[in-house]
């Protein structure tokens, strides 16, 4: 097995953030860096400031042993920034020197807990198929035409700057978004299933992916600021310009109102639990409202003959946030694994191709997913033509 290097989180977080790749761009409103508490209510619906048992929540998050308190999340968190990163390496001109499958799997496997332990079987499972379809593709060359020709092709390859299995899913894409859900929210609800100290508050954030700043930036001047993870899409899908807070500040709120809830003891316990039941609600409506995202951003994108790879590459991204929560606790999410099939379905995963090969015909599918999804989630007409933006 080839040595792998280590990368440091802050040098990859530019990798782990929306828009990192291709198509997240193309529908840019700048943002703006002023994000706050949100100056009208709590994720109790009270006033900011006070909650209903009379804890104050506080302005802004503090916590001096954070890198304590968090330090298992924040190794899960750097080894979802070295696999990305490591896949990432292969996106050059040429395939020499690059990892093999056990130098994937072994990022996987790292640490205690690893992500493997913390993910589900679903997972463990989708994952390790996407590592060896990606060693199967290093050094080959792959195109949709080719795969719609031969069936999907006996294995997959480079098509563009990224690598794609035989049935064009862009492996890269897929496979942070994955753990983004299979894994790490996973791993949340084995946190919040004890009882919330001050402690689980600083782990939650740190699986979440933002720094004790909450600042809301995935610029790449924000320095040790930036969101990575969940956090970054969260901000990405959240129109500071408005009045009503989208989803990265509802955490943020959330967050700080767990803060001031478990310091003030047991008499401020309903509104912990509101609070935390508000992060765990944001979390999935963060990851399908990413999903609406990336979706339309293959289905417009498949339009120019000139830009397949983006597209796939985007569809990559979509289907890595719609499976991220199959094999989850059902009790523990909105969305059942039969609805995440009948999407699976309807978006043409085993066939990614035809989004190339047919791309009028599988357009319309993804919009009609898109659909699907806003009546799974309960998302209104203004909330996913809001989704297909990124701010």
């Given at each position: 097995?080839?040595?792998?290097?280590?990368?440091?989180?802050?040098?990859?977080?530019?990798?782990?953030?929306?828009?990192?790749?291709?198509?997240?761009?193309?529908?840019?409103?700048?943002?703006?860096?002023?994000?706050?508490?949100?100056?009208?209510?709590?994720?109790?619906?009270?006033?900011?400031?006070?909650?209903?048992?009379?804890?104050?929540?506080?302005?802004?998050?503090?916590?001096?042993?954070?890198?304590?308190?968090?330090?298992?999340?924040?190794?899960?968190?750097?080894?979802?920034?070295?696999?990305?990163?490591?896949?990432?390496?292969?996106?050059?001109?040429?395939?020499?020197?690059?990892?093999?499958?056990?130098?994937?799997?072994?990022?996987?496997?790292?640490?205690?807990?690893?992500?493997?332990?913390?993910?589900?079987?679903?997972?463990?499972?989708?994952?390790?198929?996407?590592?060896?379809?990606?060693?199967?593709?290093?050094?080959?060359?792959?195109?949709?035409?080719?795969?719609?020709?031969?069936?999907?092709?006996?294995?997959?390859?480079?098509?563009?700057?990224?690598?794609?299995?035989?049935?064009?899913?862009?492996?890269?894409?897929?496979?942070?978004?994955?753990?983004?859900?299979?894994?790490?929210?996973?791993?949340?609800?084995?946190?919040?299933?004890?009882?919330?100290?001050?402690?689980?508050?600083?782990?939650?954030?740190?699986?979440?992916?933002?720094?004790?700043?909450?600042?809301?930036?995935?610029?790449?001047?924000?320095?040790?600021?930036?969101?990575?993870?969940?956090?970054?899409?969260?901000?990405?899908?959240?129109?500071?310009?408005?009045?009503?807070?989208?989803?990265?500040?509802?955490?943020?709120?959330?967050?700080?109102?767990?803060?001031?809830?478990?310091?003030?003891?047991?008499?401020?316990?309903?509104?912990?639990?509101?609070?935390?039941?508000?992060?765990?609600?944001?979390?999935?409506?963060?990851?399908?409202?990413?999903?609406?995202?990336?979706?339309?951003?293959?289905?417009?994108?498949?339009?120019?003959?000139?830009?397949?790879?983006?597209?796939?590459?985007?569809?990559?991204?979509?289907?890595?946030?719609?499976?991220?929560?199959?094999?989850?606790?059902?009790?523990?999410?909105?969305?059942?694994?039969?609805?995440?099939d009948a999407l699976l379905t309807k978006i043409g995963t085993a066939t990614a191709y035809k989004l190339v090969t047919g791309a009028g015909d599988r357009a319309l599918k993804l919009n009609e997913a898109i659909n699907?999804?806003?009546?799974?989630?309960?998302?209104?007409?203004?909330?996913?033509?809001?989704?297909?933006?990124?701010?």
């Amino acid at each position: 097995m080839k040595t792998i290097r280590l990368v440091s989180l802050a040098s990859v977080l530019g990798a782990l953030i929306v828009g990192a790749a291709c198509g997240e761009d193309e529908a840019l409103v700048r943002p703006r860096l002023d994000t706050g508490l949100d100056a009208s209510t709590d994720a109790s619906g009270n006033e900011a400031g006070t909650l209903a048992c009379g804890a104050v929540v506080p302005p802004k998050y503090e916590s001096a042993a954070f890198a304590t308190n968090a330090a298992v999340e924040l190794a899960l968190a750097q080894r979802v920034a070295e696999l990305d990163a490591t896949m990432k390496s292969t996106e050059g001109a040429s395939d020499a020197g690059v990892p093999a499958v056990a130098d994937l799997k072994a990022i996987y496997n790292a640490g205690s807990p690893s992500l493997r332990a913390v993910s589900t079987t679903f997972a463990q499972t989708t994952l390790d198929g996407y590592f060896d379809a990606f060693e199967a593709a290093l050094g080959k060359e792959w195109k949709p035409e080719d795969a719609e020709q031969d069936g999907g092709g006996a294995e997959g390859g480079k098509y563009g700057d990224h690598h794609f299995s035989k049935a064009g899913v862009a492996l890269r894409a897929a496979t942070p978004k994955v753990l983004l859900g299979g894994a790490l929210y996973n791993h949340v609800l084995g946190l919040v299933a004890a009882p919330v100290t001050e402690a689980t508050v600083d782990r939650l954030l740190a699986a979440f992916g933002a720094s004790t700043a909450l600042a809301g930036r995935t610029d790449a001047e924000a320095g040790a600021e930036a969101d990575a993870l969940l956090a970054a899409y969260a901000s990405q899908r959240d129109d500071k310009s408005s009045e009503t807070p989208g989803p990265y500040r509802k955490i943020r709120t959330a967050l700080l109102t767990m803060k001031a809830a478990t310091a003030a003891g047991e008499k401020c316990n309903a509104e912990r639990d509101a609070a935390v039941a508000t992060f765990l609600s944001e979390w999935e409506r963060t990851t399908y409202a990413t999903a609406i995202h990336y979706l339309d951003q293959a289905a417009r994108t498949a339009a120019d003959p000139l830009k397949g790879s983006n597209a796939l590459y985007a569809f990559g991204e979509a289907l890595g946030f719609i499976e991220s929560f199959k094999g989850l606790p059902a009790e523990k999410r909105r969305i059942s694994d039969a609805q995440i099939d009948a999407l699976l379905t309807k978006i043409g995963t085993a066939t990614a191709y035809k989004l190339v090969t047919g791309a009028g015909d599988r357009a319309l599918k993804l919009n009609e997913a898109i659909n699907d999804i806003a009546l799974y989630q309960g998302f209104t007409p203004a909330e996913v033509e809001a989704y297909r933006k990124s701010f």
